[in-house]
């Protein structure tokens, strides 16, 4: 079965880049998907086909997706960016499959 | 607005049965795929399966074949979770989300998923 694996904890200082990584075997040939979890909450989909935001998603957030890691990444971080995580991608044989999920920190 | 709408927390014993829902409103809802997703508490996303409310046409991840059954009701916009019998294993906030589908030559190249639900808490315990 296809597997994503992703940090458990990034963190990054108010206001730098934030790199979220998704590793997985020949990931850049699939669409990779990413969705913010904030504490209490349902997730919201912050990036589609490895680079597209979807409206009302600040353009502080981009996604890259290359040979085996897909990377999320985040602009001028906010405190309101502390979230978690995650990359999704659909496999023809497992179908949906999750990364494990990323605790971003902002300092 | 595109959204779904969960039905409310549950609190159950092992060995009963339950059932979900999940109203779409705000967009067509027998031509979007309907998905369910759980996470356990303090852990990840796992998904469960999907429903064309269209056709009610069903998969499910292998890992959760058997042990729910995915249903929808187009009449009133709703799909369903059920258990027939819970566990205590089955402790977790469940989502429902619109499944968005991309294709290529008539075949399906990757799902992803807008909006979610609000999550209903699904707790077990004798």
């Known amino acids: 079965s296809y597997e994503l694996t992703q940090p458990l904890s990034v963190s990054v200082a108010l206001g730098q880049t934030a790199r979220i990584t998704c590793g997985g075997n020949n990931i850049g040939s699939k669409n990779v998907h990413w969705y913010q979890q904030k504490p209490g909450q349902a997730p919201v989909l912050v990036i589609y086909?490895?680079?597209n935001r979807p409206s009302g998603i600040p353009e502080r957030f981009s996604g890259s997706n290359s040979g085996n890691t897909a990377t999320l990444t985040i602009s001028r971080a906010q405190a309101g960016d502390e979230a978690d995580y995650y990359c999704q991608v659909w496999d023809s044989s497992t179908g949906e499959v999750f990364g494990g999920g990323t605790k971003l920190t902002v300092l | 607005e595109v959204q779904l709408v969960q039905s409310g927390a549950e609190v159950k014993k092992p060995g009963e049965s339950l059932k979900i829902s999940c109203k779409g409103s705000g967009y067509s809802f027998t031509s979007y795929w309907i998905g369910w997703v759980r996470q356990m508490p303090g852990k990840g996303l796992e998904w469960m399966g999907i429903i064309y409310p269209g056709d009610s046409d069903t998969r499910y991840s292998p890992s959760f074949q058997g042990q729910v059954t995915i249903s929808a009701d187009k009449s009133i916009s709703t799909a369903y979770l059920q258990w027939s019998s819970l566990k205590a294993s089955d402790t977790a906030m469940y989502y429902c989300?619109?499944?968005?589908?991309?294709?290529?030559?008539?075949?399906?190249?990757?799902?992803?998923?807008?909006?979610w639900g609000q999550g209903t808490l699904v707790t077990v315990s004798s």
């Open positions: 086909r490895d680079s």
């Open positions: 989300v619109r499944v968005l589908r991309g294709y290529s030559y008539g075949l399906t190249t990757d799902n992803w998923f807008d909006p």
